[in-house]
């Protein structure tokens, strides 16, 4: 089933970005991680053709980072804890010239996908809290989600070409970034 394997795939690249050096990656790696983005976007589109037929709410999209999350938390944390931190966010430089407009001062909204984060509970205690009552997921900003997608609004510290300085995000070290756009 196309569902299986489109899981199958994402876990290989979930374990393949654990293993990602932070500077110079090996030619084989990237060849990996071609070939699995490859079989995702075979498989994500078998599978949207089966939905289609079946069910157009199970719709599978593709979705690319822009850029990624830099900073000197490598695990989760307290989110207050890791907004209290400034933070990078390297976009992909081929995407620099989209930056125009943006200022120093400016607050933006950063939408990013929880990358370690693993399954979801409809009902989840606030924060993990067992002393507080379970409340449903949308009503809570947990990691563990359906679809493990985040966004916060941050302060633009400063831009440098294609690198950003925010201080308020609360993703950790190696989070994809999804877009950014401005915050009201
Ligand atoms: C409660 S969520 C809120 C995120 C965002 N403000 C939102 O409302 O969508 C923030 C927490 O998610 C966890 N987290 C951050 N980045 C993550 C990632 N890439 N994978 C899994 N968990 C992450 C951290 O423990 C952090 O404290």
């Avoid at 804890?81 to 989209?98: K, M, N, V």
């Avoid at 205690?125 to 609004?153: M, Q, Y």
Wanted: glycine fraction near 6%.
């Amino acid at each position: 089933m196309p569902k299986e394997k489109i899981e199958e795939i994402k876990k290989q690249l979930a374990d393949l970005k654990k293993r990602w050096p932070a500077h110079s990656v090996p030619p084989a790696m990237m060849a990996q991680l071609d070939d699995l983005e490859t079989a995702l976007s075979q498989e994500m589109n078998a599978h949207n053709a089966l939905s289609e037929v079946l069910d157009i709410e199970s719709r599978v999209f593709e979705v690319r980072a822009i850029g990624r999350v830099e900073n000197a938390f490598d695990e989760p944390a307290p989110p207050e804890d890791i907004r209290s931190c400034e933070s990078t966010i390297i976009l992909d430089p081929h995407l620099a010239e989209g930056l125009q407009g943006l200022e120093k001062e400016n607050r933006i909204m950063v939408v990013f996908y929880f990358h370690r984060s693993e399954g979801y509970d409809l009902l989840q205690h606030p924060r993990g809290d067992e002393s507080r009552p379970k409340r449903g997921v949308f009503a809570l900003c947990s990691p563990r989600r359906p679809n493990p997608i985040g966004v916060t609004v941050v302060d633009l510290l400063g831009i440098q070409d294609n690198i950003l300085r925010v201080r308020g995000l609360d993703a950790i070290n190696g989070t994809p970034v999804l877009d950014l756009k401005p915050a009201g």
